[in-house]
């Protein structure tokens, strides 16, 4: 039994962009310096881990209330801005991927740091496609710790050596390779060039040299 464990914001839907100009707002409000490279180094962290990051960035200390005002806001502007997000907002090749899946009996799971996540897939409306789903709700540990890919494999029934991920994010790839999982890399960020695999987009995901990495 094999299983293909997807991230989901930046690998089936754009809302890597979304979360990128929201804390840039949060950073305008803070006077944070905030570049799109600063942001690579976002992508896959949680919400309370990326703010810290930020905060750290501007040399800014916050007391606990002052911190989760911030926490509230920023999911308050980023959850505005995907409200309207509708299946159309899929990138291009997710639904023949998951269709391909399902054909050749892989599992399909959910690994995303996104407490969202349940929220975005019904906007989606690709809740039935997951064999599994694990979220920022479910976990303790934020990528690059392995913990929501090691959560989603056992959920899956699957072996870790049997799970490749789909990750656009470097904590996303590390965690798939220290939960000892295929590492496939979506986007062409020199920092997930790591990974086993790189594919510019879902849409370019070669199914033969993706299985090619497993023994059988
Ligand atoms: C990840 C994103 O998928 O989810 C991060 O790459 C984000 O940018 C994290 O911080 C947590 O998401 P949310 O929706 O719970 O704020
Ligand atoms: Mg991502």
């Given at each position: 039994?094999?299983?293909?464990?997807?991230?989901?914001?930046?690998?089936?839907?754009?809302?890597?962009?979304?979360?990128?100009?929201?804390?840039?707002?949060?950073?305008?409000?803070?006077?944070?310096?905030?570049?799109?490279?600063?942001?690579?180094?976002?992508?896959?962290?949680?919400?309370?881990?990326?703010?810290?990051?930020?905060?750290?960035?501007?040399?800014?200390?916050?007391?606990?209330?002052?911190?989760?005002?911030?926490?509230?806001?920023?999911?308050?502007?980023?959850?505005?801005?995907?409200?309207?997000?509708?299946?159309?907002?899929?990138?291009?090749?997710?639904?023949?991927?998951?269709?391909?899946?399902?054909?050749?009996?892989?599992?399909?799971?959910?690994?995303?740091?996104?407490k969202n996540a349940k929220m975005i897939l019904k906007k989606l409306d690709i809740v039935n496609y997951f064999?599994?789903?694990?979220?920022?709700n479910m976990t303790t540990l934020s990528k690059p710790d392995p913990q929501v890919f090691l959560l989603n494999?056992?959920?899956?029934?699957?072996?870790?050596?049997?799970?490749?991920?789909?990750?656009?994010?470097?904590?996303?790839?590390?965690?798939?390779?220290?939960?000892?999982?295929?590492?496939?890399?979506?986007?062409?960020?020199?920092?997930?060039?790591?990974?086993?695999?790189?594919?510019?987009?879902?849409?370019s995901v070669d199914l033969n040299k993706v299985l090619s990495l497993y023994d059988n």
């Open positions: 039994m094999k299983a293909f464990i997807f991230d989901l914001d930046g690998v089936l839907v754009d809302t890597a962009h979304y979360h990128f100009l929201a804390w840039s707002e949060i950073c305008v409000s803070l006077a944070i310096p905030f570049s799109k490279e600063d942001n690579e180094k976002l992508k896959g962290i949680d919400r309370r881990n990326s703010l810290k990051i930020l905060l750290k960035l501007g040399d800014i200390k916050l007391d606990e209330t002052q911190f989760d005002y911030w926490l509230i806001k920023k999911n308050e502007i980023y959850t505005e801005m995907i409200d309207k997000l509708n299946r159309n907002d899929l990138f291009i090749g997710v639904i023949p991927l998951f269709e391909e899946l399902k054909k050749r009996n892989i599992k399909i799971g959910l690994g995303s740091a996104s064999d599994a789903i694990v979220d920022g494999a056992d959920k899956l029934g699957v072996q870790v050596e049997k799970c490749a991920v789909f990750e656009d994010s470097e904590a996303g790839i590390d965690a798939a390779i220290t939960a000892n999982m295929k590492a496939i890399a979506i986007g062409n960020d020199p920092s997930i060039k790591h990974a086993d695999l790189v594919f510019e987009n879902i849409n």
